[in-house]
């Protein structure tokens, strides 16, 4: 969800920034030996303006290979400034469907009242395995690609069902924003964050026109709150996604 902040005392502005989980391997496929060994890096940011936001230790973090879960022991903190995010390492040796995922401790949002959980995964084809990239993989939230989501190039649309508990979620508003590398600049603040909304089958679409890593985050208010201070508060969870684009 976007929170709105006030950049000026002395001037009425405000910015609308969007949150986003973030799992980001090295590559999006795994062609050779060479590319095996693979670094994935884990933050909580706003992606287009490359705003990053402290992250706690995730509660799990790892990889379905083939519908089996490898929960992740090598979690490594790291820092920009004072703001933490995290990295592990893994060897993709087999011809295999990676989703990589990171459930993280939930974040107070003190400037919306409630908690954000964002679910995130990404999906990496290794040795040319191709199957198995449109299967769910049991997230409390989810995005499921309908359209390959590797291997795709800049201007082509992906396509997902959004899921939360297993069943399709309709008219959940989906957020998008491109992973913002290149400090490209906006025309106005409305254009930083892309919205799309799900069908009666849970199902959006959205075409990508520049190469690099696009973020899809499944706003859903979850059934659970937390405590914090004596108060329960609301959860914003979040079923993200991120494809990487290239060109040819």
Do not use: C
């Not at 979690?75 to 592990?88: H, M, N």
């Not at 409305?190 to 690099?212: H, R, Y």
């Not at 985050?217 to 405590?227: G, Q, W």
């Amino acid at each position: 969800m976007k929170a709105k902040f006030i950049l000026s005392s002395m001037v009425l502005a405000t910015s609308v920034f969007a949150h986003f989980g973030v799992v980001m391997p090295s590559s999006s496929t795994v062609n050779d030996e060479k590319e095996a060994k693979m670094s994935i890096t884990y933050r909580f940011t706003h992606p287009f303006e490359q705003m990053m936001m402290n992250m706690e230790k995730p509660v799990e973090a790892g990889v379905f290979v083939n519908g089996k879960k490898q929960v992740f022991t090598n979690l490594k903190e790291q820092k920009d400034g004072k703001l933490s995010y995290w990295t592990s390492e893994f060897n993709a040796n087999n011809p295999a469907m990676y989703q990589f995922y990171v459930d993280p401790k939930p974040y107070f949002e003190a400037a919306e009242d409630k908690f954000i959980r964002h679910i995130t995964k990404t999906v990496v084809n290794a040795y040319g395995f191709g199957e198995g990239w449109d299967k769910p993989v049991g997230l409390k939230a989810e995005i499921v690609p309908l359209s390959r989501p590797y291997a795709l190039y800049a201007g082509n649309i992906f396509s997902g069902v959004v899921l939360y508990k297993g069943k399709p979620a309709k008219d959940v508003v989906v957020e998008v924003e491109y992973y913002n590398e290149k400090g490209l600049k906006a025309p106005s603040e409305d254009f930083i964050t892309q919205e799309v909304k799900t069908n009666q089958n849970g199902e959006f679409s959205f075409a990508m026109p520049l190469a690099g890593w696009w973020g899809f985050a499944a706003l859903i208010d979850d059934d659970e709150s937390v405590k914090k201070d004596g108060k329960d508060y609301p959860v914003e969870l979040g079923g993200v996604i991120w494809v990487e684009t290239k060109g040819y």
